[in-house]
């Protein structure tokens, strides 16, 4: 079964590219040589890093990005969701979704040398960062990341597991692995062993097919917008979308599409026989997360596509249950979400063990894109598309994170650390 060659393909195969087309290879030393060479590193490192301690955790109140309006159509635009059900609230996830948005964390040590994650959750998991998790880490030493993860998930078992609790962890996570990198003067990439490839495949999520493709995208997952709620008129409409797109990429390219938890089993079954014509890479998150035997029986009888999800799954624990149920072909944590990246480390573990990938959820922020340059069985990087209005896009805060691909490749950063400082934008 070809399209089952991401499933049954060993790590290393899985790493040079998805099925047997190769996405991540080639040599660019000479350009990455050219990058590397003359990289600030931290002026007056301590002594022995051992010796640090921490002092203050804290979260960062960054201001607004006069840009932001640039992504609007993620959450104003029409996008199958798992309200979708409900008429009062299916044009937009606007008119539903928090706007918690993200928790920025900082954590200083008694050496000047401080660092910065991000997280979910926002303010709701500032709560737990500055009143709960600050007074366990105070005192200790940063380095000691496996420890300091432990305690904070035990100490949050009570109200965490998953959601909040764990979105909270992954910023400190985040914090901690930085300052690691600085305080070595290393990328954190080296920190986890080096690279293990030149250049990060990038796709683009949006609609914007035929602008992503003149950016040098060669893979482009589509936003569907019509889920059971919109019945057979709906369904035609996706085929609609997805057949024009596959029509403006061409053949070669790959056409993802995510479902963001709006499908049901049997809308999912009848659409992958609809869209077998067109060459579908993979459909992603079709279900509510908690479906595992759900999950297992697309992943079971769907054969034309493949199977992805874990956007809104958490810690090794969730992704543990997920395999149990063979419940996809392809892992998406989100390294900001799902416990950090001490934490997706081990999930990225347990995929490789059954030769899985590991394609995380934003994977081509600042911080996914040190995990996926060390880890073989990561190939891709997810970006959201570029904007047609590039100018204002570049100047924009959301492009500090989420860094825009040349000629549809990425790579991490070689500064110290994750290579970038929340202090600019307070």
Not at 84 to 91: D, L
Not at 182 to 202: D, M, N, S
Not at 254 to 269: F, I, K, P, Q, R
């Amino acid at each position: 079964m070809a399209a089952r060659s991401l499933a049954a393909g060993s790590t290393a195969a899985v790493a040079s590219g998805l099925g047997s087309q190769s996405v991540g290879g080639g040599s660019n030393s000479a350009f990455e040589a050219s990058r590397s060479a003359g990289s600030p590193r931290q002026p007056d490192l301590p002594p022995a890093p051992s010796d640090l301690k921490i002092t203050d955790v804290k979260v960062l109140k960054l201001r607004n990005d006069p840009e932001e309006d640039l992504w609007a159509w993620l959450s104003e635009s029409l996008v199958a969701n798992p309200m979708s059900i409900y008429p009062k609230y299916r044009e937009k996830r606007s008119s539903w979704m928090s706007d918690f948005g993200s928790v920025y964390v900082e954590i200083q040590t008694d050496k000047g040398v401080y660092g910065h994650g991000e997280g979910g959750g926002g303010d709701a998991a500032a709560i737990i960062v500055e009143k709960h998790f600050k007074r366990l880490l105070v005192g200790e030493d940063p380095f000691d990341v496996e420890r300091l993860w432990d305690i904070l998930f035990r100490a949050s078992l009570p109200y965490g597991r998953k959601g909040l609790a764990i979105m909270a962890l992954s910023g400190v996570d985040l914090a901690l692995w930085d300052i690691r990198g600085k305080a070595l003067g290393l990328p954190v990439y080296k920190l986890l062993g080096g690279k293990t490839k030149e250049k990060i495949f990038a796709y683009a999520t949006g609609n914007d097919a035929e602008w992503f493709v003149r950016q040098g995208f060669r893979a482009v997952k589509l936003a569907m917008p019509h889920g059971p709620a919109d019945g057979r008129e709906g369904m035609r409409k996706n085929v609609e979308l997805v057949r024009r797109t596959r029509e403006i990429v061409g053949p070669d390219a790959d056409v993802m599409l995510d479902c963001y938890m709006a499908w049901d089993v049997e809308y999912t079954l009848r659409m992958a026989e609809l869209l077998e014509p067109y060459k579908v890479r993979w459909i992603e998150e079709a279900l509510l997360p908690d479906d595992y035997e759900g999950f297992g029986k697309l992943n079971a009888q769907i054969h034309s596509t493949l199977i992805a999800t874990g956007e809104h799954e958490f810690t090794r624990f969730g992704f543990e249950e997920l395999l149990h149920h063979k419940g996809a072909s392809i892992l998406q944590p989100d390294i900001t979400w799902c416990g950090g990246l001490t934490e997706i480390r081990k999930i990225a573990d347990l995929a490789a063990a059954q030769g899985l990938p590991v394609i995380p959820h934003a994977g081509g922020t600042v911080w996914g894109l040190h995990f996926i340059a060390a880890t073989p069985n990561a190939p891709w990087a997810e970006t959201i598309g570029p904007s047609r209005e590039l100018e204002r896009e570049r100047k924009s805060r959301i492009r500090r994170f989420f860094p825009l691909p040349e000629k549809g490749f990425l790579w991490p950063a070689d500064d110290p650390g994750f290579g970038i400082d929340l202090r600019k934008f307070i």
